[in-house]
């Protein structure tokens, strides 16, 4: 993609929004978490909101807000209409109302903020080295269960944003091949086994997790009644060997090989790979940075890759799907579909070669 050429000027300011992003960013949360841009938007259609009028409604002394709205208004978030009142801008509306900008800034926030300080540390040493400001875990998977309970919430709706919306999409494809025995490899909170569950009275599952995690799920389950038909095995696909048992007509992986380094991702592959029958299909969902159609989709991708750096375990990343091609050819599997899903995700529907 060629790039846009700009006066000195702008490059200018651009660095500077970059040096002082943190303080953006903070300005932002203290905003939404305080209540005052939910304020401006519930009160915008009276034609703005005065600057009195927010600090007496919120009790918010006049020097912290002053210096709040001084800076949102810099950074494009507020603007004062022509009676001197405040208004959100668009992008003060996205910040206030989108979905995907609430489930970021909270995951950024809760999760990641203190621990990217420590993001040189990460690269340097191939570890998670801002794991640290969270809890004493190896990775951020043996901690999930763990985490306090901000924290763990901005997770599990960062996670599953970017993939319970596509499930049912997904379970069609799933579900043309008939299978009765599905293994779910990364079950997470138990969520897509309980949909397959619905989808189809005969499947039964069989989730594959780390043991804090399984628990969810199998809690899950059971509230849903479906504890004869949902059940569980723990795994470490960081073990030197890690193994599953054979009869899987499906085997299904949702985002959940971007969680490792490309040496890691072939062996788990390798071990399906063992396990599985001729007619056995393996299914891998992803979102792929090379196959993005906005450009804020891959800024998105490629910010989450400082996440897995820095936070969950110093070497995985979101990959281009030519990079996971090469992993599947070489675990000795071929692609037999190549399935778009939804705006953002990639389905690939495996088999022995």
């Not at 998977?141 to 309970?149: C, M």
């Not at 594959?208 to 004869?228: H, R, V």
């Not at 723990?234 to 992986?253: F, K, R, V």
Request: one cysteine or more.
């Amino acid at each position: 993609m060629p790039k846009k050429t700009i006066k000195a000027i702008h490059a200018l300011e651009e660095a500077q929004k970059i040096a002082f992003a943190p303080f953006v960013f903070q300005t932002t949360i203290t905003l939404k978490r305080m209540g005052v841009l939910d304020y401006i938007f519930e009160n915008g259609n009276q034609g703005g909101v005065d600057f009195s009028t927010i600090a007496e409604a919120l009790s918010i002394g006049d020097y912290g807000l002053g210096v709040l709205m001084e800076i949102a208004e810099s950074s494009n978030i507020v603007q004062k209409n022509k009676d001197n009142k405040f208004e959100l801008t668009k992008t003060g509306y996205f910040l206030t109302c989108n979905k995907m900008t609430e489930i970021n800034l909270n995951f950024t926030q809760d999760v990641c903020y203190q621990g990217l300080f420590h993001l040189q540390e990460a690269v340097e040493n191939n570890k998670p080295e801002g794991l640290k400001e969270l809890g004493p875990w190896p990775t951020i998977y043996e901690g999930l269960s763990k985490l306090e309970p901000n924290a763990q919430k901005s997770w599990f709706e960062f996670d599953h944003f970017y993939s319970d919306g596509v499930f049912d999409e997904a379970l069609k494809v799933v579900f043309e091949h008939k299978p009765k025995v599905l293994f779910d490899i990364g079950g997470n909170t138990g969520k897509f086994a309980i949909q397959c569950c619905a989808y189809d009275p005969t499947v039964n599952v069989l989730i594959f997790d780390l043991p804090g995690q399984l628990s969810k799920a199998l809690i899950n389950a059971k509230n849903k009644g479906l504890e004869n038909r949902i059940s569980g095995q723990e795994i470490d696909w960081l073990s030197e060997d890690p193994q599953i048992p054979n009869g899987a007509d499906t085997i299904w992986m949702s985002q959940f090989l971007d969680c490792f380094s490309k040496e890691e991702i072939l062996k788990i592959l390798t071990a399906c790979v063992a396990s599985m029958r001729d007619d056995t299909q393996l299914l891998i969902m992803e979102t792929f940075t090379d196959r993005q159609k906005f450009d804020n989709a891959r800024f998105t991708l490629e910010a989450t890759s400082l996440y897995f750096t820095v936070m969950a375990n110093g070497n995985s990343k979101m990959y281009k799907a030519t990079e996971f091609i090469d992993l599947i050819q070489q675990a000795g599997l071929e692609i037999k579909s190549d399935i778009g899903v939804g705006e953002f995700h990639t389905l690939l529907v495996c088999k022995k070669q």
